[in-house]
């Protein structure tokens, strides 16, 4: 195998980049962070609005990315994830949502992680190799699963819906960021991540559930639906945000990736939609009577 195919399926360790110099409060580059931020929902809205073909294929290779960065971070802590079936399982996870349905995508999920156990054996075993495949284990579940609920999303309600959960998680971010930087005082979690405060996410809460509720008017679906949603969005965002800075401290990281600059990488943007999107689908599956 030559060095580049080898550093494809097997990422050096992630390494800490120093950022753009930061221009405010946030600690960082709030222009390159707009600029990425505003650039990146672009091509989403984009892709939603295509042809189903083309949303699958989209949505296949940001978590195709975002899987190459989780497997470089844990590299640094020498653990060996098993991204050649992660990659082609992860496609079949996403394939399987879109033409079969919510039971084909739990077999693909199955299927992937027997496709890594067998993988990973062919390499030895061991108590290391029971970790390798415990760690790709949670990588298919984080990644590919939760972004099959957005493929099953555009299969049942088309764009709008998924519009409304990328607003929502949007606002959700906004809030937050906006209510820390001018009132933030009581940290959240300091030893996990120390500029995450309580009037953050009670900003978050407000604007997730204002978005939210508007939204799901607009869609159809009752109000208070909204409201609820809009409240229990941020909850899961949290949980997201706080666990990938739990892996990221673990790791000794400060982002998992350096693809996208003020932003870090592709899992730094999904954390807080991976952990959401479960709860959308079930919810718009229930009002919109999908």
């Not at 550093?7 to 990425?36: D, E, F, M």
């Not at 309600?157 to 971010?173: A, E, Q, R, V």
């Not at 953050?200 to 949603?229: I, K, N, Y």
């Not at 954390?271 to 919109?288: E, G, I, N, Q, R």
Request: net charge neutral; proline share 7%; hydrophobic share 55%.
């Amino acid at each position: 195998m030559s060095e580049r195919a080898s550093r494809l399926v097997s990422p050096p360790p992630t390494q800490n980049k120093v950022p753009p110099p930061a221009t405010g409060r946030a600690g960082r580059n709030l222009p390159w962070a707009i600029a990425i931020g505003v650039a990146l929902g672009c091509i989403a809205a984009i892709f939603v609005f295509l042809p189903q073909p083309f949303f699958v294929g989209f949505v296949a290779v940001v978590i195709a990315l975002a899987l190459w960065e989780f497997a470089g971070a844990c590299a640094r802590a020498d653990i060996a994830v098993a991204l050649p079936p992660l990659w082609v399982g992860a496609l079949g996870i996403l394939v399987c949502a879109w033409q079969l349905g919510c039971e084909a995508m739990l077999v693909a999920l199955f299927l992937t992680i027997l496709a890594s156990v067998f993988w990973r054996l062919m390499d030895g075993g061991g108590l290391r190799a029971l970790r390798d495949v415990l760690v790709t284990a949670f990588a298919a579940t984080y990644l590919p699963l939760q972004a099959a609920f957005v493929v099953l999303m555009e299969v049942r309600g088309g764009p709008w819906p998924i519009i409304l959960f990328i607003l929502g998680t949007i606002s959700n971010d906004i809030g937050g960021y906006v209510a820390g930087v001018l009132l933030g005082r009581h940290p959240m979690a300091p030893s996990v991540s120390p500029s995450k405060s309580w009037e953050g996410f009670l900003g978050s809460l407000v604007m997730s559930v204002l978005v939210v509720a508007a939204g799901m008017h607009l869609l159809g679906g009752p109000l208070w639906v909204g409201v609820c949603l809009g409240i229990v969005s941020p909850m899961l965002a949290t949980i997201g945000d706080l666990g990938e800075s739990l892996i990221k401290r673990d790791m000794g990281l400060k982002d998992m990736g350096t693809l996208l600059p003020g932003h870090g990488g592709i899992m730094d943007r999904l954390d807080s939609l991976v952990m959401t999107v479960p709860a959308y689908y079930m919810v718009f599956s229930l009002a919109l009577g999908w």
